[in-house]
């Protein structure tokens, strides 16, 4: 990778924030007509026991958190991933200011796959930039990339090791059963 537009090469997700999950969930199946949502309530990255970051964790603008809570809905639509947010509590801000009340849902970011999260973050400070958020859960390393004032949107770039594949396959999978 040389630069950042390296980052945008294997798109994987278009990423959306919403005030109601089952709403925004229920317009994507019934409006869209995806497959049923995958719902998971209360994910937690807040700060591990101790200050270890080996684990499930995120750090917000340069900080670990404390507290960071959010609802995901996850479905495929083919190989692309339909994801909406619902920020919970915490420092869950990068998802709360995107928010367009009485909206089922609003764009929020594109997701991207890289093979090395280090090298992306390498070609992200290169660039003169930093991660505005950044993690690790279940099987995927992940970094928001703030392109707001020049895009109007986030960049999400994942790392994803044999388990966070086998997530985003099994989506798929769902997704194309009915096709």
Known sequence: MKSLSDLLRNTLQLG????????????LESKL?????VKSYRSSLGRPLGDATDGPHIVVDGTLADEWVIDVALVNAGPTNLEIIRPVSGRVDLYR??????????FHHAGF???DFDEASAIVEKSGRSWAQYGVT????FGYLDL???LGHFVEVMELDENGASVFTKLEQASNAVA
Not at 17 to 26: C, K, R
């Open 16 to 27: 959306y924030v919403a005030d109601d999950l089952d709403a925004a969930a229920e317009f």
């Open 33 to 37: 007509g995806t497959v049923q949502c």
């Open 97 to 106: 200011n995107g928010i367009r009340l009485g909206a089922p849902a609003t």
């Open 113 to 115: 796959r890289v093979d």
């Open 138 to 141: 279940g099987g995927v390393r």
């Open 148 to 150: 707001t004032a020049e």
